[in-house]
T-cell receptor, first 116, second 111 residues
């Protein structure tokens, strides 16, 4: 079955620690995205990537880093510089950034990050 | 600043009733998306609206798009409890590769 997987489902971070959230897709999608969702809030874009080895900052990139070495994978690292990382993190992908088919985003199940 | 605003933010309605959720956006966009999110879960795609006047229907939900007014609506017909969820609209502004999400409308259908 095609889809997007995220791991782990829950992640606990100690102060000063960097943690990495995994996102893998087997949909053969070019574009991938990371969003942060705080309780009762909408989604805010952290980073997005249109193609392998290329990515752009979203609206709240400070304290986060990403890499896109493979088409299927777009890991997100929450660094110690992110002072308030507790949130629900969602990874998404779409066929291509601006094709003609509408390119709805498909979302993974999410990772809930908590600070110890 | 790009803004996508939904109203109402919260909606409590009786089963069997009709209601409309509104999504206004401040930038030029010919693409609008509706998603559903159940509590503690991820987002599920509902509709993709690609042109002015587009209308899509699935079951008790119908979405429409007016690009001139920069307005999309999600109409709920004869609501049932299973429709209880948070609904988000999102736009992909022309000339960018980003999706901007609305604030979300939390819908609760009472039996």
């Amino acid at each position: 079955d095609g889809g997007i997987t995220q791991s782990p489902k829950y992640l606990f971070r100690k102060e000063g620690q960097n943690v990495t959230l995994s996102c893998e897709q087997n949909l053969n999608h070019d574009a991938m995205y990371w969003y942060r969702q705080d309780p009762g809030q909408g989604l805010r874009l952290i980073y997005y990537s249109q193609i392998v080895n290329d990515f752009q900052k979203g609206d709240i990139a400070e304290g986060y880093s990403v890499s896109r070495e493979k088409k299927e994978s777009f890991p997100l690292t929450v660094t110690s510089a992110q002072k308030n990382p507790t949130a629900f993190y969602l990874c998404a992908s779409s066929i291509s950034p601006r094709g003609v088919g509408g390119e709805t985003q498909y979302f993974g199940p999410g990772t809930r990050l908590l600070v110890l | 600043e790009l803004k996508v605003e939904q109203n109402p933010l919260f909606l409590s309605m009786q089963e069997g009733k009709n209601y409309t959720i509104y999504c206004n956006y401040s930038t030029t966009s010919d693409r609008l998306y509706w998603y559903r999110q159940d509590p503690g879960k991820s987002l599920e795609s509902l509709f993709v609206l690609l042109s002015n006047g587009a209308v899509k229907q699935e079951g008790r939900l119908m979405a429409s798009l007016d690009t001139k007014a920069r307005l999309s609506t999600l109409h709920i017909t004869a609501a049932v409890h299973d429709l209880s969820a948070t609904y988000f609209c999102a736009v992909a502004p022309s000339g960018t590769y980003k999706y901007i999400f609305g604030t979300g409308t939390r819908l609760k259908v009472l039996a």
